[in-house]
């Protein structure tokens, strides 16, 4: 029997799970050893899903680290090194150049991995492990009624620059995890993810993790193409911080308040007055 | 342009490495934090060249799990617990079922990881944590003139069943990674590593590494089948440990002598009389 993602990730949560796996609900794995916490996460991307067939080999090893650095920026946490799992392909030599250059704009090290010759469309892989620079490291699920909801950053430029927009189009090709962002408001956070899937859909999973619900209010919600609103806010690829904090918080970064931490009510999110309950809409495209 | 493995690595190896990538040229990496050491690795597996079509999923989940332990059984190292990138597929169930006999098996939990959709054969992914139980971790690079070559065990049992060998079927389809016996060697080897692809193969990689020639004496490794010295020799999948270790040394494990560490020569490895000097031609399959 074959399983949709749904249900595959409940069966593994019925797994035997270490503690720092956070239950899977979160962006990372949480490893504490002695004095130090490890944050660790693994990524796939996979030809023709997560990115095309004629993509620039350089950008798709960019975008490999960027995304598993930004899960560790949602956490708070500085780069150590990553493993790679590479299947080799068209372009190796470009995607080699890539990974030079996101390793050095990220300042980090390669610790190892597994190449692979395989047929069939590339699957590639990587784990980042970070440190903490902060404890305890921020979680989906520490979302508290009252606190205020933020995001770090305009969404949607993603969404254009796959369209060809020239002037958003490194916000596709080649994403900049909030590293610095993300240590500076670790401390300050009740909760924190990246905004990876599409805000809508994050925000529901940080609602449903928190058990609260985010009453977020449209107009306040940066967005690439104002005349796009419905799409910006269900594209993901941003990789823009998503965080609640509590109303007296100061922030240490530039953030826009776009909602409120509201008891759990009948929807996990709501959208001016609309309700979102049913997270299977709130995602335009997963990239 | 597309790489083969040997030129894809040696530009890895020209990438910004960690000092625990061990310049990829080990199992595993070694990450010191504070008072612990953890030794990290990832391994893929890929439909069509690391499990055929038509596998019991449930043992290529297992198998995933095993032959990224026995890595860190090659350390030394206890498991903490696992990362799996999963690409969803046929017997995702029979998947599951696989993996938790596997962390049962080997006293691991799931750490975290990442769940695809994707077209094509499928590529699994692990990576595996653990700690070390002996610093400094063995490597393959500690190979000292004089010492003895040694192995844990007989090799050829998974080529045997892969063939269909009754006798010898879980040898292929559920290895069990040397945990234990890794954990006793490791403060007793000058270098240790497991046989994955070929025992020829795998001593050649630690002459390499340790700069010196390893002479084996054909008629004293032990193999599943002696009429088939050669192939069983040059097979992979069998992951029992190959290491060095001093004259002198108290082995606290069964093993079976195979050789001699010698100064460097003009070939990595002796076989008998016979110089083997090019490695493509040690491997008969790579697992």
């Given at each position: ?26 962006d ?33 090893a ?20 990553v493993?790679?799992?590479h ?16 390793l ?65 189009r ?18 300050v ?53 998503l965080f ?33 309950t049913d ?9």
């Amino acid at each position: 029997m074959s399983m949709n993602e749904p249900d595959f990730i409940a069966a593994l949560r019925a797994l035997p799970l270490h503690p720092g796996a956070r239950g899977l609900a979160d962006d990372c794995a949480v490893l504490t050893l002695g004095t130090e916490t490890l944050v660790i996460t693994h990524d796939m991307m996979a030809e023709g899903t997560h990115f095309r067939p004629d993509a620039d080999m350089a950008d798709v090893a960019w975008k490999l680290v960027a995304t598993n650095l930004s899960d560790l920026a949602a956490k708070g946490a500085e780069p150590v090194g990553v493993l790679l799992g590479h299947m080799l392909g068209r372009d190796d030599a470009r995607f080699i150049e890539g990974l030079r250059a996101a390793l050095e704009a990220f300042a980090t090290q390669l610790l190892g991995g597994d190449t692979i010759a395989a047929a069939g469309p590339r699957a590639l892989g990587l784990t980042a492990i970070g440190r903490a620079t902060h404890t305890p490291v921020p979680a989906r699920s520490g979302a508290k009624t009252g606190d205020g909801v933020w995001i770090t950053g305009p969404v949607g430029r993603a969404m254009l620059g796959f369209e060809g927009d020239s002037d958003h189009r490194a916000a596709f090709d080649r994403p900049v995890p909030l590293l610095a962002e993300g240590r500076a408001l670790a401390p300050v956070v009740s909760a924190m993810m990246d905004v990876s899937d599409g805000l809508l859909l994050d925000a529901f999973r940080m609602a449903e993790a928190s058990g609260v619900s985010l009453a977020l209010d449209p107009s306040a919600i940066p967005v690439a193409d104002p005349a796009r609103l419905e799409e910006c806010i269900r594209w993901g690829d941003d990789y823009v911080l998503l965080f609640t904090a509590a109303p007296a918080a100061a922030l240490p970064v530039p953030a826009h308040r776009i909602g409120t931490v509201t008891p759990r009510g009948p929807a996990p999110l709501l959208l001016g007055d609309t309700a979102l309950t049913d997270s299977a809409s709130l995602g335009y495209r997963h990239g």
